[in-house]
């Protein structure tokens, strides 16, 4: 058995594979493969609904939430959220926790002013900053709600004044929050939603509107809603894999149960590192991420055979990020416990 | 058998399916799903390569040709195209020939000038203009090759002393022609080189580094040449397609072989129109394109019946675009000669 801990794109439950495999060969009895079928027939339609629909119980969302599709990933959206939302002469507030939200603010300037409220930089990025004010007259609040490659993740939502934008791209999914909270939310999915090449966008009617450029027809949300995510030709597949993983999380309990089983698994792997004088674990424990568990060892040597030694237990996707070095491990949503005890069992007899 | 003449998503072959099909259980013998592959693993790399190499090969692009598998669709190069090389004071000359090519100038003109220098609105759209200059001060000429709804399609390149921009999207890889003397060539795969949600580019270098705006990173070309089509995570299973369907495209001789079964296909499709009173194909003989057969029939009642008999015969994506009404058939590479004959078999006995 392979222990995939990649960062992303990452593991999917088995059956999704396996159903996604076997529609690419005949979609639903249909003699057609899910590669070949035309977008605008009543067979894609209806996948596109249902994955929308399953989102739209699964995170509990209200009439007002309008879910899109899009091409692009969340990187796209980093200037897409601007430019739909913050006229040239407002501000809008942004957190900086790290890498992605770097690029959110870098991007946002082209758009309009950026208050950077508050940044952990100075803690090199090991904590979520608490104990800073969002203006009132910012046009929304943005921050990333998990750093994947830094290893920390916010597990409360922003008391604040103003419309709250969040990139949930690497922990969507995983725990119950109030999204409904939210007036923008953005995620690409190839962590907990399916498979690369999509980009999910849960949006606020009331949050459309009220910038006054012109843009581009396809990075128009309204256009795109108009046209219910199919303005273009959309990732066809990539949804229907987003569709067939989104089932499984319903099947298993929905996101509740996904909290529950990811607290076991974070729980298990911090609790064995931090009795581990080997290993240290970078993030201050209370934003310690449940995804993406990001650790050090003393020894450049030691890592090295550590290296090793999860590769010949069947282990991938344990480096850390170029940027922080060390060890990330990823533990979304379709990892299985079984994996984490493989590691853990390892660290242990390390 | 069913006969897929749906006008994109469209028909790949079947092999194509097969190794997809496979590739999501078992990648290459690794163990692991192409779908839970990190983008950043030499596993991942070199279907990027071989893609890309493939595609130089198989449309001799000199090294000057930079090619990127970007998100978004061909709608999304509709405005990234002018985006990346008009600058706000200069000309960009259009070519108008339909649905496209009219999204295509809509998108430019939020850029810089727009001259559309030839239009067959007149026409409604039912030929290709001929006889029109270029000013030799416009930026570049922008044509749509094939017009996927109308169907029509260029069969030779215009001489104009500007760079040739071209939306190749439904016909990329059907018919040989001097593909370096274009400046810019972008086509969205999901007609001829593999699944829906990537867009293939093709850029001279020459071309870039002359606009003054800033432009979002996503949208920056040369930013995305920097870093190999990985800015962001790509849609990695959509370009393991585009691999899979170039090997194809190779295998069977490259595109000089897709031209003459493409001819084979159209020529006994139109013949077999032009030979049955009941049947009216709507575009001028000389730019009748060989990917999409649009046609109608005189009698809304006689349509209907042969839509009933297409679908009694298995035969699926024949109706005509909703603005075109009637009749398209869409005869894209991988749509085997047998399908073709089973079209002409039920026009004759109609």
């Known amino acids: 058995m392979t222990h995939n801990f990649n960062a992303g794109p990452s593991i999917l439950p088995r059956e999704v594979f396996e159903e996604a495999s076997r529609g690419i060969l005949d979609f639903n009895g249909t003699g057609l493969s899910i590669l070949e079928l035309g977008h605008r027939t009543p067979l894609f339609e209806s996948v596109l609904e249902e994955a929308s629909q399953t989102l739209r119980e699964l995170m509990h969302l209200n009439s007002d939430k309008e879910i899109l599709f899009l091409h692009g990933g969340a990187s796209t959206q980093f200037f897409q959220v601007p430019m739909n ?6 501000t809008a507030a ?62 409360s939502i922003p008391e604040v004044n103003v419309p709250l934008v969040a990139d949930m791209s690497s922990d969507i999914l995983s725990q119950e929050m109030d999204f409904n909270r939210f007036g923008l939310i953005y995620a690409g999915a190839q962590k907990n939603i399916g498979a690369a090449g999509v980009n999910v966008v849960i949006v606020d009617k009331q949050m459309l509107g009220k910038v006054h450029r012109k843009m581009p027809s396809m ?12 303005l273009n030709t959309p990732p066809v597949f990539a949804i229907y894999v987003c569709l067939l993983t989104l089932r499984w ?32 674990p970078t993030v201050a424990k209370e934003d310690r991420s449940r995804m993406n568990v990001v650790f050090t060892m003393d020894d450049p040597e030691k890592e090295k055979q550590f290296q090793e030694a999860c590769k010949a237990a069947n282990m991938v996707g344990v480096k850390g990020h170029r940027s922080v070095g060390g060890f990330r491990v990823s533990l979304y949503n379709a990892l299985p416990l079984e994996s984490v005890i493989a590691l853990t069992d390892l660290i242990k007899s390390f």
Not at 85 to 90: A, D, R, V
């Open 249 to 280: 999380v319903k099947k298993k309990g929905g996101i509740a149960a996904m909290e529950t089983l990811n607290k076991a698994k974070a729980d298990l792997l911090y609790n064995t590192l931090d009795a581990n004088p080997l290993f240290k």
């Open 85 to 90: 939302l913050l006229n040239e002469e407002e």
């Open 94 to 155: 942004y957190l900086d926790c790290g890498v992605w939200g770097i690029k959110a603010i870098k991007e946002a300037k082209l758009f309009g002013y950026v208050e950077v409220v508050a940044s952990s930089k100075e803690q090199g990025y090991t904590c979520i900053p608490k104990n800073y004010t969002v203006p009132d007259n910012a046009r929304y609040f943005h921050f990333t709600t998990n750093n994947t490659i830094e290893g920390t993740e916010m597990f």
């Open 219 to 230: 990075m128009d949300y309204q256009l795109h809603i108009d046209n219910g995510s199919m």
